[in-house]
């Protein structure tokens, strides 16, 4: 069992940042891959970015390379999302994931098995 509380959400202008944070508990924190997910109103939850159990590799949806970086502390059982260059598109409720049956990255929803409660990202223009 692996359970995730995110945190960090909020209200920011377009160009502006915020940096999101997930807290796990349960399963050894290193021993399963993490991703980031978002759902915007009427839309399908889409993959953002995902990071291996140790950090080494990432993966990035297009419509976010170069602005969000994902990362994780194993010895504090975190992973954040840094969100850079904000823009309006990007308000949606944000999602961190454990796949805990892969110590890799997977842009796949299907592949994830713990879910978080979801945090409120809003860009205003």
């Known amino acids: 069992q692996v359970q995730l509380v995110e945190s960090g959400g909020g209200l920011v202008q377009a160009g502006g940042s915020l940096r999101l944070s997930c807290a796990a508990s349960?399963?050894?924190?290193?021993?399963?891959?993490m991703g980031w997910f978002r759902q915007a109103p009427g839309k399908e939850r889409e993959f953002v970015a995902a990071?291996?159990?140790?950090?080494?590799?990432?993966y990035y949806a297009d419509s976010v390379k170069g602005r969000f970086t994902i990362s994780r502390d194993n010895a504090k059982n975190t992973v954040h999302l840094q969100m850079n260059s904000l823009k309006p598109e990007d308000t949606s409720v944000y999602y961190c994931?454990?796949?805990?049956?892969?110590?890799?990255?997977?842009?796949?929803?299907?592949?994830?098995?713990?879910w978080g409660q979801g945090t409120q990202v809003t860009v205003s223009s």
């Open positions: 994931a454990a796949d805990s049956q892969s110590l890799y990255p997977s842009r796949r929803r299907r592949d994830y098995d713990y």
């Open positions: 990071i291996s159990w140790s950090g080494a590799s990432t």
């Open positions: 349960g399963r050894t924190f290193s021993s399963y891959a």
